[in-house]
């Protein structure tokens, strides 16, 4: 297991500044997912890390030995990482079997990867590894004979071929159905926490990652608004926006002492201290039904099966959202009274029109 370091890595494409001092850990045998609206840089980090691209400054380090800093720079094939693309690009002449020890490294003694027929006898190790994403039964199939969640498992055991220290998977799940995106990507999470591999995911979809990750890395414009656990970084954003993008979010004004906010909804425990004038961002579970609680208006349901999303009219000049047991709607229109439960994270307010960070 090999621990990834990145430490103010800065990356230039086209003249344009692409990624701008980031820097994160990723422990020993930890799942990571980089999360972040499109265009922010998650594809082009994953690319710096794996050698892929040139960095203008900054460090990587696998168990704190340099792959790319100021005076080391390894080469992308030397760096023991292996890739998982969103597309598998298989060789469409060589079988499964083939296509997977095509990324084992070279055999002691050689400088070069072996040729191969298109079909052949089956060596251990690759058995092993179809038998590890579960396709030994696919090993003669060509690749225009296989479904798209078969095609990646065979791009996932073609990367763990090479007995990679890292393992960097770019979206390799966003073509799939969601119902077999979902038991892929949970076989892949348990695949490499019985190997022991540390892995790097992008991803675009923020439940997933919430879902999965160890930890989570949050990008936006180039720059890290945040890492952390699912946990930390769902229940205590450090933006506005960050809580915005991870989900539903209420924001209400409010005035801080002594622990507490005083808001238009009571008061309301602060997560961190604070004082003065603050926004704090309160999630839809936190807005709870009560009888003491404050009066407001049912305006719209969105039911999603298990519960429902409530938006409710308490005057405020904008919408408030309660999420509630699918058993437990009230109608649109219903008069129902909330009140929030909980600690909440605070933020200063932002200026009228202004974007919050």
Known sequence: MSSLTVQDLTVHLGGQRVLDQVSFTVDAGAFAVVIGPSGCGKSTLLRAVAGLIPARAGRVALDGADLGSESVSVPPERRRIGWVPQSPFLFPHLT??????????????????????????????????????????????????????????????????????????????????????????????DLLRRLGVTAVMVTHDQGEALQTADTVIALREGRLVQQGTPVSLYRGPSTPWLASFLGEANFLRGHAAAGR????????????????????????EQLVRRPDGVPMRVVRVRYHGHDALVELDAGLGE???????????????????????????????????ADPE
């Open 261 to 284: 906010a005083e808001t238009a909804l009571g008061g309301i425990a602060l997560a961190d201290p604070a004082e003065g004038e603050v926004t704090v961002m309160l999630r839809p």
């Open 319 to 353: 919408p408030l959202l309660a999420r509630l047991p699918a058993d437990a709607v009230p109608a649109p229109g219903d008069k129902v009274s909330f009140r929030p439960e909980g600690s909440v994270p605070s933020y200063a307010p932002a200026p009228a029109g």
């Open 96 to 189: 499964v079997a083939r296509n997977v020890s095509f990324g084992a490294p070279p055999a002691p003694g050689r400088n070069r990867w072996p040729r191969w027929s298109r079909r052949g006898p089956l060596d251990e190790a690759t058995g092993e590894l179809l038998d590890l994403v579960g396709i030994r039964e696919l090993a003669d199939r060509f690749p225009d004979q296989l479904s798209g969640g078969q095609a990646q498992r065979v791009a996932l055991a073609r990367a763990l071929a090479a007995r990679p220290r890292l393992l960097l998977l770019d979206e390799p799940f966003a073509a799939l159905d969601p119902q077999i995106r979902v038991e892929l990507r949970d076989e892949l999470i």
